[in-house]
């Protein structure tokens, strides 16, 4: 049997690629430090152990005990604007812990590396943003993204070690951690409406971005490794169509049937306008599962609904306090 770590896989990306590899056939390993996941998004039948890809040891002895044929890596502490003020805490866990599956994989043969990227790694570059073009990053976690894109085809050079990278963007969906209050704006929104609060809008919401569904992530992430033709390159995966986060949140306020009710807070440091190509990825891959953002919407805040609103989680280590967002 075919046996694939996934490290994240109680999180919201994770658990449904743990979810869709398990309906291939794969024998599942989830390695998740509960930080931002949940053990009730865990697929039934998968193999789960709590702890974290920067324990080095741990990470050992999981290659040496299974021998994975692939290796899935989605765990990562992903707000893009949190993280230009806990900058040690991104790389040790973003770069370091990538580094640490990196060595394991090679010693060990692993056919297959599927990291999971992001679209932070082109920064404020031309629209749409394309796979040729030479990344920018404008934050510490596009930064140790882009590192770790750059550690990987390095491995690949040197020891053989083959690859697919990933760069999904602003995605969507069942299991998201709504009460994240720094990353995930549509959670933010749905947990809010729940909490009878305002919809909180950094800067005047004119900003856009191509919110993606879920499937339109998780499925070509399970599904890349029996596609030869996707080893060693990079994909833009997620919607096409960019909206503002004023119109979002519009869509978000209609599924709960209440009126947008909007604070506007001070403009923060972001990148005004991010959507990218997907042509790449569909030519390898195929058509996206032509979920719109309406019916992405109306599906999440079904779930969203059952689960209720959720606390929202303070980060406890703050490393830099200067020019801190409002509302922080």
């Not at 599927?114 to 510490?140: K, N």
């Not at 950094?202 to 399970?222: E, K, M």
């Amino acid at each position: 049997m075919i046996k694939s770590l996934i490290t994240g896989g109680a999180g919201f990306i994770g658990s449904h690629v743990a979810n869709h590899c398990k309906k291939k056939g794969h024998q599942v390993i989830v390695l998740d430090d509960l930080s931002g996941g949940f053990e009730d998004h865990l697929p039934e039948g998968v193999t789960f152990i709590k702890g974290s890809v920067t324990n080095e040891k741990l990470i050992s002895e999981l290659f040496e005990t299974y021998q994975f044929d692939y290796v899935y890596h989605l765990a990562a502490y992903a707000a893009e604007g949190l993280s230009h003020f806990i900058r040690r805490y991104n790389y040790h866990n973003n770069l370091i812990g990538t580094v640490n599956l990196i060595n394991e994989s090679v010693k060990h043969h692993v056919k297959c590396f599927v990291f999971t990227s992001s679209i932070a790694v082109y920064g404020a570059g031309q629209l749409p943003m394309t796979e040729d073009m030479v990344p920018e990053p404008e934050d510490p976690y596009g930064v140790s993204k882009y590192a770790c894109e750059l550690d990987l085809k390095s491995a690949e050079d040197m020891f053989g070690l083959p690859y697919v990278i990933f760069r999904p963007h602003n995605v969507y969906g069942e299991n998201q951690n709504i009460g994240d209050k720094y990353r995930n704006v549509i959670g933010i929104f749905m947990n809010q409406i729940m909490q009878e609060k305002p919809l909180t809008i950094f800067g005047d919401g004119t900003q856009t971005r191509a919110f993606s569904y879920i499937d339109d992530v998780a499925i070509p992430i399970a599904n890349c490794v029996d596609i030869p033709e996707a080893y060693n390159q990079v994909f833009n995966i997620g919607a096409d169509k960019p909206y503002s986060v004023n119109e979002l949140a519009s869509v978000v306020a209609h599924q709960f049937n209440v009126t947008p009710d909007i604070s506007y807070l001070k403009a923060r440091n972001e990148v005004m306008h991010a959507y990218s190509s997907h042509e790449k990825a569909h030519r390898i891959f195929g058509a996206g599962s032509g979920i719109d953002l309406n019916e992405g919407i109306a599906r999440m805040a079904k779930w969203a609904k059952v689960v209720g609103a959720r606390k929202g989680q303070e980060f406890s280590n703050i490393e830099i306090n200067k020019n801190l967002p409002e509302g922080w």
